[in-house]
């Protein structure tokens, strides 16, 4: 399966583990008017992360809520037992961790087989060399820019460099995957990632707490994008 389907150069994804729940709906339909491209769902399972958030009872009603792309981020342990009921409940791109999955290479190509886009992610503390194998595999690949479990926390500018190094390897072997950045990624961060190969935005603070509102915290990443 292809991600290209939106012929997108640059995708902002919210992550709504910062919403609002009591006004979901709300928050997730303002994503949508201010020109969200996927809408990022963090699980976390508070094993793989010090944090809890949801599962795919949740995810079923984000996609009874939105059209959008439910680009679901697995932060848990043994993805593999629960990859089947987020497809069935809605996701369109299924992450895991490669600190998670021993056997990575059938947990990706079990991904596809559930007719979602199959995602490799990697903590701030792990190598690119751990994903390299599966590189082709990958219809997505999430540089953690944050440790993972928390949103607002400062950025790491070491990131970075990672995201180069797999850019140039994706583009080594004609991948058209995603190449995704997640964690701490503001107006101002956006840019240095953008420039290091990546072409998938997720935020959660920056759009959710934005002090303007939602709209306007989109619209900030998107103009930190020059042409797109
Ligand atoms: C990291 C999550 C992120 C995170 C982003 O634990 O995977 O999606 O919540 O939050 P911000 O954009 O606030 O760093
Ligand atoms: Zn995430």
């Known amino acids: ?5 939106m012929n997108k150069k640059y995708i902002i994804a919210p992550s709504i583990v910062s919403a609002d729940y009591l006004r979901l709906a709300e928050d ?3 994503c949508e008017t201010a020109g969200a491209d996927w809408l990022h769902l963090d699980v976390m399972d508070g094993h793989f992360v010090p944090n809890l958030t949801f599962g795919p009872f949740l995810v079923e009603t984000f996609k009874r809520a939105t059209n959008l792309p439910l680009d679901v981020h697995l ?7 629960y990859l089947e009921a987020f497809a069935k409940a809605g996701a369109s791109h299924l992450t895991v961790h490669v600190e998670t999955c021993p056997h990575l290479h059938r947990t990706l190509q079990q991904i596809k087989s559930l007719g979602c886009a199959a995602g490799v992610t990697l903590n701030p503390g792990t190598p690119v060399s751990a994903i390299e194998p599966v590189l082709h595999l ?6 953690m820019s944050v440790n993972p479990g928390f ?4 950025f790491l500018a070491e990131t970075a460099s990672k995201v180069e190094q797999i850019r140039k390897k994706l583009d080594q072997i ?4 995603w190449l995704e950045v997640d964690g701490g990624i503001t107006p101002e961060t956006l840019p ?11 935020s959660a603070s920056a759009v959710f707490k934005y002090p303007q509102g939602i709209a306007s915290g989109i619209k900030a990443l ?7």
């Open 1 to 5: 399966m292809t991600l290209k389907i």
């Open 28 to 30: 997730i339909r303002a």
């Open 75 to 81: 932060m848990i342990e043994q993805p593999e037992r």
């Open 138 to 143: 990958a219809d997505l690949v999430l540089v």
């Open 151 to 154: 949103s607002g926390q400062v």
């Open 174 to 177: 004609n991948s058209s995957a």
């Open 192 to 202: 240095v990632m953008k420039n290091a190969g990546a072409n998938a935005f997720v």
């Open 222 to 228: 998107r103009m930190s994008l020059p042409g797109a």
